[in-house]
Antibody, heavy 115, light 109 residues
Framework: QVQLVESGGGLVKPGGSLRLSCAAS????????MSWIRQAPGKGLAWVSY????????YYADSVKGRFTISRDNTKNSLYLQMNSLRAEDTAVYYC????????WGQGTLVTVSS | EIVLTQSPGTLSLSPGERVTLSCRAS???????LAWYQQKPGQAPRLLIY???SRATGIPDRFSGSGSGTDFTLTISRLEPEDFAVYYC??????????FGQGTKLEIK
């Protein structure tokens, strides 16, 4: 079945970096836009970034532009999010999801930015 | 950027009741590209409705979506105990700035 599995979250100090990965299976990964969406503790959902099926079109929310980089490797059915210059307000569960009306979503990986 | 406003913020209802959740957009949602999600504590969101009124795969028919332009609704015809959760609307017609509403919490009365 269609499955998305995130990894790479953890505790990092302000100003630090982290790379999230999302392994996709059960569908033709290279056919789909993919997204990263986050949810701060006790808060709602916020779009972070998306990337087109071929990787040539990317979008970033203003809050992460210039600090985060989305990428994909269609040969490995994998999506990535390189996060640099992390701030406390980046603390959240990060979900990878398929498509513009995301379905399905991965289980999420928690990123905590704290000294 | 299209802002989505959901109302009410919280609803307290009993199993068996009918409920309608509202999602209002600050401008017209292109092609009715409006989706609804359900999120339970500790779980990822699940797609319920896309294209304003099409049920996603495996979603029970007690869930229905309607609306167009700037006003959209999600109706649950008869609440089951497993339906108590947070519901989000999302527009994906205004690229690249896809946006979510702030959510409506449905709690057991």
């Amino acid at each position: 079945q269609v499955q998305l599995v995130e990894s790479g979250g953890g505790l990092v100090k302000p100003g630090g970096s982290l790379r999230l990965s999302c392994a996709a299976s059960g569908f033709t990964f290279s056919d789909y836009y993919m997204s990263w969406i986050r949810q701060a503790p006790g808060k709602g959902l916020a779009w972070v970034s998306y990337i087109s099926s071929g990787g040539n079109i990317v979008y970033y929310a203003d809050s992460v532009k210039g600090r985060f980089t989305i990428s994909r490797d269609n040969t490995k059915n994998s999506l990535y999010l390189q996060m640099n210059s992390l701030r406390a307000e980046d603390t959240a569960v990060y979900y990878c999801a398929r498509g513009p009306s995301p379905d399905p979503w991965g289980q999420g990986t928690l990123v905590t930015v704290s000294s | 950027e299209i802002v989505l406003t959901q109302s009410p913020g919280t609803l307290s209802l009993s199993p068996g009741e009918r409920v309608t959740l509202s999602c209002r957009a600050s401008e017209t949602v292109s092609s009715n590209y409006l989706a609804w999600y359900q999120q339970k504590p500790g779980q990822a969101p699940r797609l319920l409705i896309y294209g304003a009124s099409s049920r996603a795969t495996g979603i029970p028919d007690r869930f229905s979506g309607s609306g167009s332009g700037t006003d959209f609704t999600l109706t649950i015809s008869r609440l089951e105990p497993e339906d108590f959760a947070v519901y989000y609307c999302q527009q994906y017609g205004s690229s690249p700035l896809y946006t979510f509403g702030q959510g409506t919490k449905l709690e057991i009365k």
